[in-house]
């Protein structure tokens, strides 16, 4: 059984800030404000979510290897 991990930590593209977050385990996330420079983050073409573009960490459903949204 695959461990599935629920933290993440998303880096800006704008202003480099990094933050750990914990991420929806059966969701995915398609918007994130930095919470320093407050850029409104969207996934990059060909990526479900926020984490799976900006973060250390794919999304649950990614990780479990489930077709995500």
């Known amino acids: 059984m695959k461990i599935i991990q ?8 704008e202003c480099a800030h990094s933050q750990e977050e914990t991420m ?3 969701a995915c996330t398609f918007f994130y404000e930095c919470p320093e420079c407050k850029t409104m983050l969207k996934p990059k073409k060909g990526d479900c979510c926020v984490y799976c573009s900006y973060g250390s960490a794919k999304c ?5 290897g489930n077709n995500c949204c």
């Open 6 to 13: 629920l933290k993440s930590i998303i880096t800006c593209p």
């Open 24 to 26: 929806p385990e059966d």
């Open 60 to 64: 649950p459903p990614k990780q479990s």
